[in-house]
């Protein structure tokens, strides 16, 4: 095993590292659905690749390492990652969701297990003494994102994971916007977290796939028969080439938040701003929690201009920053969350939390920041009525 005591090495050389057999300094791609079997009964660990393969395994043992949970899981998507999670409950099951989450959790929780008698309510994760007063018998966990999506809402994750604990109740905490180099949930108490692997893990925009970390034994058996029993598994190749992206992932993180400090403050300070929401900005809302759960405030930004300004035609004006969905990736993306990340979620309850139409989502890339910025302020020049 090799000798290191920081995340940066761990990225590299953790989990289950090259090939024994043959030297390879990279695990093999085990390209294959079953495996011979030396008799009834008797097999080198693996039977079919559904229940377990061995490039899949090499990166189940490294996101457990990196997040220091017990054991990890990985999936074909992020949203079947978080499937698996929910369907660790059951009927008459109530979760707490913070009030910001990404609309696919939304949509899965009302439109699929709300008709299998699994029911959530939408609270505000920040107010303790409130989200304690909201517990009932029914609750069964509490499902966080810090920052949440995608106003960047920050919660004290080591209260939320201690206040389910004082219940009896499973603490879960999407990590995808911060990842295992910026925050570690479980350090902080967790029981689950989980990541869409497609954004920052991965990095470069070419793979869908979903990650869970147990911080439990119990809780790691059950989840590894869902995996096999849903069968949501992420393929040999794509456990590769995730393996690949984390390897880079601090020096690829490093130059984000970089950028995205550079791009908030410019933003707070532009005319046609009217407010800026990023973790990393002294008087964003839980900046101090933040500063204490997490290295820093990441790299995602969320934006909205004054009236006089016309949004669809700021994103038809961009050049070189990309109209799409998703985040994470080295390029700089924008999006609508209403039109868009978050159209699931019904316009009341998005008004509710604050989803407004003006809103605008950035995910900083690792290009110049000058050319960032500069497509910005032309687009947003091009948008004043």
Do not use: W
Not at 88 to 117: C, E, H, M, P, Q
Not at 226 to 233: H, I, S
């Amino acid at each position: 095993m090799a000798n290191y005591n920081n995340i940066e090495s761990a990225l590299i050389h953790g989990g289950i590292y090259g090939d024994k057999l043959t030297g390879a300094v990279n695990i093999p791609i085990y390209q294959t659905s079953t495996y011979e079997q030396q008799g009834l009964g008797h097999n080198k660990g693996y039977e079919y690749s559904r229940t377990g393969n061995p490039t899949r395994a090499a990166l189940e043992a490294l996101i457990a390492e990196l997040e220091h949970g017990t054991a990890g899981f990985a999936f074909a998507s992020g949203m079947a990652a978080i499937t698996a999670v929910l369907s660790l409950f059951k009927t008459g099951d109530r979760i707490i969701i913070s009030s910001n989450v990404y609309g696919g959790t939304f949509r899965i929780l009302n439109k699929v297990f709300n008709n299998f008698g699994i029911t959530y309510s939408i609270e505000d994760t920040t107010n303790l003494q409130a989200l304690e007063d909201k517990i009932a018998p029914d609750v069964k966990a509490i499902f966080v994102e810090s920052p949440a999506n995608p106003l960047l809402t920050i919660t004290d994750l080591a209260a939320v994971s201690a206040l389910a604990k004082r219940h009896g109740i499973l603490s879960i905490v999407d990590n995808t916007f911060m990842t295992p180099y910026l925050q570690r949930p479980i350090e902080l108490g967790a029981d689950i977290v989980i990541h869409s692997a497609t954004k920052y893990l991965g990095g470069h925009s070419d793979l869908i796939a979903g990650l869970v970390v147990a911080n439990d034994s119990q809780l790691a058996d059950r989840l590894a028969f869902l995996q096999n029993a849903t069968g949501g598994v992420l393929q040999p190749f794509d456990s590769f080439l995730l393996i690949r992206g984390i390897k880079t992932l601090s020096v690829r993180m490093d130059r984000h938040v970089e950028n995205a400090v550079k791009a908030a403050e410019h933003l707070k300070k532009h005319r046609a701003v009217k407010r800026v929401y990023y973790p990393g900005l002294p008087d964003a809302q839980g900046y101090e929690v933040n500063r204490r759960q997490a290295k820093n405030g990441g790299a995602m930004i969320s934006f909205e201009l004054y009236e006089n300004y016309e949004i669809e035609k700021f994103f038809a004006s961009l050049k070189f920053v990309a109209l799409a969905e998703s985040l994470g990736g080295v390029e700089s993306l924008v999006c609508h969350p209403a039109s868009m990340t978050h159209a699931s979620i019904p316009y009341e309850t998005r008004q509710k939390v604050g989803i407004t139409d003006g809103l605008i989502r950035l995910s900083i890339g690792i290009e110049n920041i000058d050319d960032i910025l500069a497509d910005l302020d032309q687009a947003i020049a091009e948008s004043e009525e």
